[in-house]
């Protein structure tokens, strides 16, 4: 099971397409590809259908045994339940962690997908949730089998590998931490 972790407008569909697509094919079950695709309406209320749903294929496919791939903004602790539910039916979990430095980065980043006819997280969703799914995100990267963690704050470019980790261990971090990096993973960093 592949995670992508990050915040709303962090670009891990993106990251999906550019990254992982090209290289494991396995089944994305997106809740947001479910809702403009599949329920066609772009309302809050179809965006909760949609996680509903997501949530259930999520759940189908652990107990077929089926590889898939997935995002969340983590949001919600339920999220390190399937985590570690992956894990107990013997799935091996590879988190990455996309990031950006602001939430204001996020906000700018909806807002254009809006403009380019994608869907709309209200600003105060964004803002709060950015700062509330950052130590669950966090959580999630340690609780992996593996984890990479992506600064995607960059202007046209693409989403830079700023740690790794194997089973809650740093095995690699750049020289240039993001500040972000270095304050949410200052501990297995050695920094704290």
């Known amino acids: 099971m592949i995670m992508l972790a990050g915040p709303n407008g962090a670009g891990k569909t993106t990251f999906h397409e550019l990254v992982i697509r090209p290289r494991i094919k396995a ?19 179809a965006a909760y259908r949609a996680a509903a749903i997501a949530e259930s294929r999520r759940r189908q496919a ?59 997280v209200p600003e105060d969703k964004i803002r709060e949730r950015f700062e509330r799914n950052q130590p669950l995100i966090r959580e999630a990267v340690l609780l992996a089998d593996h984890a990479f963690v992506y600064d995607n704050s960059g202007l046209n470019m693409p989403a830079r590998r700023v740690i790794a980790f194997t089973k809650g261990r740093v095995t690699a971090a750049s020289e240039d931490l993001p500040d972000w990096a270095r304050a949410l993973y200052g501990r297995e960093l050695g920094l704290v």
Not at 27 to 45: H, K, P, T
Not at 91 to 114: D, G, K, T
């Open 27 to 45: 089944l994305f079950i997106n809740a947001d590809l479910i809702q403009r695709e599949e329920l066609g309406d772009s309302s809050m209320g």
């Open 62 to 120: 652990l107990e077929k045994g089926i590889s898939f791939v997935s995002e969340s903004t983590f949001s919600h602790p339920s999220k390190l339940e399937l985590i570690r539910d992956a894990q107990a039916a013997g799935f091996r979990v590879v988190v990455y962690h996309i990031n950006v430095r602001r939430p204001e980065l996020s906000v700018s980043r909806v807002a254009q997908r809006v403009d380019e006819g994608g869907h709309d």
